[in-house]
């Protein structure tokens, strides 16, 4: 059984540019959130997807944009990048209301 | 705003000693959790604590919760090398909606 996974692993991008990053998550889970964690810090949460729709949201900038597909899988989506994006994204899944999360190997963004 | 506070932030101890990460936390919540983060890594579930007076224990490390103190503590036992890593206390916010606010983590190094 597949754990939560996510591509890709290393991204470097210029300011300015787009970005979309991607998530499967472990199967039989339905909900998907999506953390920053910058060097040196703990992650920050970004939003949390689930049946499709952003359920929870923390502060983040509307630059900061996701998706969930019918399959669960997600995507986080940033425009306008600045150098501050770079970091470590990971992505989280579990089922709706149980008690435990499971994060993926995360994907690294730096922005030049 | 929930803030969750570690001490210490770093710690640098030798092998076979005991010692304690306090997390404290900022507002009511009986959902906490305990992750392990390797260099580079992504984060590793220890423990998930999911009411007042909750104990757990696996091998060298034992979690704790007293939610009237909001106040958690993991200890380490006869520490050994291996568990050289980040530890990051989390609290879900939202009552079971799985939305994460982390502290800064504690960084252990733990010397032969």
């Known amino acids: 059984d597949a754990g939560v996974t996510q591509s890709p692993t290393h991204l470097i991008k210029t300011r300015g540019q787009q970005v979309t990053l991607r998530c499967s998550p472990k199967?039989?889970?339905?909900?998907v959130s999506w953390y920053q964690q910058a060097l040196g810090q703990g992650p920050q949460f970004i939003f949390q997807?689930?049946?499709?729709?952003?359920?929870q949201r923390g502060n983040f900038p509307d630059r900061f944009s996701g998706h969930q597909f019918p399959n669960y899988s997600s995507e986080l989506n940033v425009n306008a990048l600045l150098l501050g994006d770079s970091a470590l994204y990971l992505c989280?899944?579990?089922?709706?209301?149980?008690?435990?999360?499971?994060f993926g190997p995360g994907t690294r963004l730096t922005v030049l | 705003e929930l803030k969750v506070e570690q001490n210490p932030l770093f710690l640098s101890m030798q092998e076979g000693k005991n010692y304690t990460i306090y997390c404290n936390y900022s507002?009511?919540?009986?959902?906490l959790y305990w992750y392990r983060q390797d260099p580079g890594k992504s984060l590793e579930s220890l423990f998930v604590?999911?009411?007042?007076?909750a104990v757990k224990q696996e091998g060298r490390l034992m979690a704790s919760l007293d939610t009237k103190a909001r106040l958690s503590t993991l200890h380490i036992t006869a520490a050994v090398h291996d568990l050289s890593a980040t530890y990051f206390c989390?609290?879900?916010?939202?009552?079971?909606?799985?939305?994460?606010?982390f502290g800064q983590g504690t960084r252990l190094t733990i010397n032969p």
């Open positions: 997807y689930y049946e499709e729709e952003e359920r």
């Open positions: 604590l999911l009411s007042n007076g």
């Open positions: 507002t009511t919540s009986d959902r």
């Open positions: 199967s039989g889970h339905d909900t």
């Open positions: 989280a899944s579990s089922l709706l209301g149980a008690n435990e999360q499971f």
């Open positions: 989390a609290v879900d916010v939202d009552d079971g909606a799985q939305k994460l606010v």
